[in-house]
């Protein structure tokens, strides 16, 4: 059973910077493809960003930029480094992976099987 744990969320000023950091158990970080996806009060559970088991990085376009998804499988962690954050980043953050899914599904939050609890970042002056 794999077992993913958010942390690194707070509250932060417009045009500040954030890191949030995924830690995943019980399974090598190796095997799995990584994302991170974001729900604002409201609204839809959105993708924010991914990384392959080769490390390159997929991000949606309100993102890409700004935010920045990185691995290190020696660690068992991704990374999601954001930075110019925006009020409308506002949102509970969730690591979620995968052990089987190709690059043109990486968007599609229902081919990940395993879900962290997510973190709350909260962009606001």
């Known amino acids: 059973q794999v077992q993913l744990v958010e942390s690194g969320g707070g509250l932060v000023q417009p045009g500040d910077s954030l890191r949030l950091s995924c830690t995943v158990s019980?399974?090598?970080?190796?095997?799995?493809?990584v994302g991170w996806f974001r729900q604002a009060p409201g609204k839809e559970r959105e993708f924010v960003a991914a990384?392959?088991?080769?490390?390159?990085?997929t991000y949606a376009d309100s993102v890409r930029g700004r935010f920045t998804i990185s691995r290190d499988n020696s660690k068992n962690t991704v990374t999601l480094q954001m930075s110019s954050l925006k009020p409308e980043d506002t949102a509970i953050y969730y690591c979620a992976a995968s052990s089987s899914i190709i690059t043109s599904q990486y968007r599609n939050q229902n081919q990940y099987y395993y879900w962290g609890q997510g973190t709350q970042v909260t962009v606001a002056s």
């Open positions: 019980e399974r090598a970080l190796r095997g799995l493809v």
């Open positions: 990384t392959a088991r080769g490390g390159a990085g």
